[in-house]
């Protein structure tokens, strides 16, 4: 008995029954779609019918990605995609031949200070060391695409970490930029799900000025928080003469619509150091010490972000 082994499967792995497949033999019944194996099948895949299939695909493949690359924690980076970088911005103002686009091109060049900030908040977030079972915290995650997002995966780089992008594919070409690390940069089809990676292991998040796409992910982290569907984070929202020019945030106080206190959610601040000591002091403080919760049989108990 001392010399029974238990083999860990029975069934043929997928790839093998694929090549199987592809070598069957040409009748009419083989070549007929209906033959082909569903997970193989793309106009099967791609039916309106099969779309609950594909949202659990597109939820599933980042996170087996990050859990392979042991990324227990990310800090999130959002940004308009048409801040220049500063050594490029005085272009801008070269292009611009109304009134309208000079005074549009000089506010562009003025908030491309960003850009530096931006890339250096990501060195300062990259450096945190692993923890105690090897897992990497604080990852610079960005969507991926040019400007703000370039700068945050740029600035990871820069001290040879690895950083995560997001990419979504839209009708105009959106080409990663070439700082995401190439294994962990992932393209989506529903923002609603790319959103969601965004936010399931930020552990803090860096708003710099931006537009819609901006706005829309930074308002849906505040309303997240704000209803408790998930506990609070480091909110940082950079220029603040930015973001109180755009947003009247204490109209919607007077006007009853959010609570005095909701003010309270996130910081405004200007420079790098300023918010990543934002980051480390709310770890800081043993009420948002986080435990990670093991999944039976799979992880030891262990804590994600210790108490400082």
């Known amino acids: 008995m001392n010399d029974t082994r238990v083999p860990s499967r029975v069934f043929r792995p997928a790839q093998q ?37 594909r949202f659990q695909l597109e939820l599933l493949k980042p996170q087996l990605l990050l859990d392979e690359a042991h990324i227990k924690s990310t800090f999130v980076i959002y940004g308009s ?16 031949e109304t009134p309208q686009q000079k005074k549009i091109a000089e506010r562009l060049v003025e908030k491309s200070k960003y850009y530096d ?30 400007s703000i997002m370039e700068a945050a995966n740029r600035g990871a780089r820069d001290v040879g970490a690895d950083t995560i992008g997001l990419n979504i594919l839209l009708p105009h070409e959106q080409a990663p930029n070439p700082y995401v690390t190439p294994g962990l940069s992932m393209q989506f089809h529903y923002f609603a799900l790319r959103k969601m990676h965004f936010l399931l292991h930020a552990r803090a998040v860096a708003v710099f000025p931006g537009g819609f796409g901006t706005f829309d992910e930074s ?4 309303t997240l928080i704000q209803t408790g569907k998930i506990e609070p984070i480091p909110v940082i929202f950079y220029g603040k003469d930015f973001w109180t020019r ?27 150091e300023e918010g990543w000591q934002i980051v480390q002091d709310f770890w800081k403080d ?13 992880d030891k108990p262990e804590t994600v972000l210790k108490q400082g």
Do not use: W
């Open 17 to 53: 029954e694929v090549q199987n497949a592809n070598t069957a033999s040409g009748t009419p019944q083989t070549e007929h779609p209906a033959y082909r194996l569903a997970f193989q099948d793309m106009d099967f895949l791609l039916r309106d019918d099969l779309r609950p299939i």
């Open 81 to 96: 995609a048409r801040i220049p970088e500063p050594d490029k911005a005085g272009a801008l103002l070269e292009l611009a």
């Open 246 to 272: 755009v947003v009247n945030f204490e109209a919607l106080c007077e006007e009853g619509v959010i609570s005095p206190k909701d003010l309270n959610l996130f910081h405004f601040c200007e420079t790098a």
């Open 219 to 222: 308002f849906e982290l505040l």
């Open 286 to 298: 043993k009420d948002h010490t986080v435990i990670a919760r093991p999944r039976p049989g799979i």
């Open 117 to 146: 900030v931006a890339r250096e908040l990501a060195q300062l977030a990259s450096n945190f060391p692993l923890d105690e079972a090897g897992n990497r915290h604080f990852v610079v995650t960005s969507g991926g695409g040019p």
